[in-house]
């Protein structure tokens, strides 16, 4: 009964004292990491006296004897000299963070300072992972919630297994909101993207002082970069330019490739425009009928072939490849065929020919006489 008597009488001075009373003041600050133990320590030198703590207007201990009933399943005391006064507060809560003042009943006061460190949880938001070749996009974000102090969050490129990641600079910077003196960081990816960065993998990272390793979250698996088409036309091995002439003799065969690339993978076709329109075997837009175009195969390749090419206006013209998609403008190159006539030659006779100056009734005689 006696020691409730004191706590009274010493809250009731501890409610009243001024903050200019003469009194010696010491100010101590400790860290502590949510979920982990934090011990307060209070001492005055040599002078033994009874000491009690309190976190605001709430008195936690008095004389080694814990006061505070929300706090008898983490408070614990610890031991020590009879001019200390040492508690435990096991697991430490973010809501222990703050100012805490022991006294002694000489008057003398000390302020303990605790700052708790909370280890954030990491959030990923997958915003978009199709973007266009050029734009500028946010396709992701990390958070480190409720942490403290503030984290640290960068991007990084992650590289295929066994190659090594590197730092990508974001466009937009890390965000922090305060929340009962906790902090959430947020950090959103936007980055302007070109077709080369088409299956990209990015990750987040974040640096928090109480963790050794950074933490990494993979965001995007794979960015898919769509591009408009290009066409490159091969005539064998060697590059073909568009509009260029092509000049083939009759019979021969003929053998040109036409290649688009694209995200997505645009379709190809080979079509013909006659130069000759009454020709009887052609229809302008479609191929002659001694030439065949092949099935496109995942390189976006298509190659057109005749075995036998023909002249007189049946191969002549313009062979057109078009790259054709959903999303970007078609896009098309040619090339012009001429086919010109093989060579006649002139076979040379079998039989003998009579000369200008015998006539018919003309007798030869070899051998004998006349």
Request: net charge negative; aromatic share 8%; charged share 20%.
């Amino acid at each position: 009964m006696l020691n409730w008597v004191l706590v009274f009488v010493f809250l009731v001075q501890l409610l009243h004292q001024s903050a200019a009373d003469e009194t010696s003041v010491f100010a101590v600050q400790n860290g502590a990491i949510v979920g982990q133990p934090a011990v307060l320590n209070c001492n005055f030198g040599n002078e033994s006296s009874k000491i009690f703590w309190q976190k605001g207007p709430e008195l936690l201990l008095f004389d080694n004897q814990i006061t505070a009933a929300l706090y008898m399943d983490r408070l614990q005391v610890v031991d020590g000299e009879d001019w200390e006064s040492n508690f435990k507060l096991d697991p430490v809560s973010h809501l222990d963070a703050g100012s805490y003042t022991c006294k002694n009943i000489l008057g003398l006061n000390k302020t303990v300072n605790l700052y708790v460190n909370k280890i954030p949880s990491v959030e990923v938001e997958i915003i978009q992972t199709t973007v266009k070749e050029g734009e500028t996009v946010d396709v992701g974000s990390c958070s480190a919630l409720k942490s403290k102090p503030a984290s640290t969050i960068w991007f990084e490129e992650v590289e295929a297994p066994g190659g090594e990641s590197h730092q990508v600079e974001s466009l937009n910077l890390t965000e922090t909101t305060n929340d009962s003196l906790l902090i959430s960081s947020v950090r959103t990816l936007s980055l302007q993207f070109s077709k080369q960065m088409n299956g990209n993998k990015y990750a987040c990272v974040i640096k928090h002082p109480d963790v050794e390793v950074p933490i990494r979250k993979l965001l995007i698996d794979a960015i898919n970069v769509q591009y408009a088409p290009s066409i490159r036309m091969k005539r064998g091995v060697a590059e073909l330019e568009n509009g260029k002439e092509v000049v083939r003799e009759e019979n021969d065969s003929l053998q040109v490739t036409c290649r688009a690339q694209g995200n997505p993978m645009p379709k190809v076709t080979w079509t013909y425009l006659a130069k000759n329109p009454d020709a009887n075997e052609t229809v302008t837009g479609k191929l002659p009928l001694n030439f065949v175009a092949g099935k496109q195969n995942g390189e976006g390749e298509v190659t057109l072939r005749s075995s036998q090419l023909r002249t007189s206006g049946l191969n002549n013209g313009t062979f057109v490849c078009t790259a054709e998609g959903d999303i970007f403008p078609s896009i098309s190159a040619s090339f012009d065929l001429y086919v010109y006539d093989a060579p006649t030659t002139t076979v040379a006779p079998t039989t003998t020919s009579v000369p200008e100056d015998i006539t018919e009734d003309t007798t030869v005689v070899v051998g004998g006489d006349t």
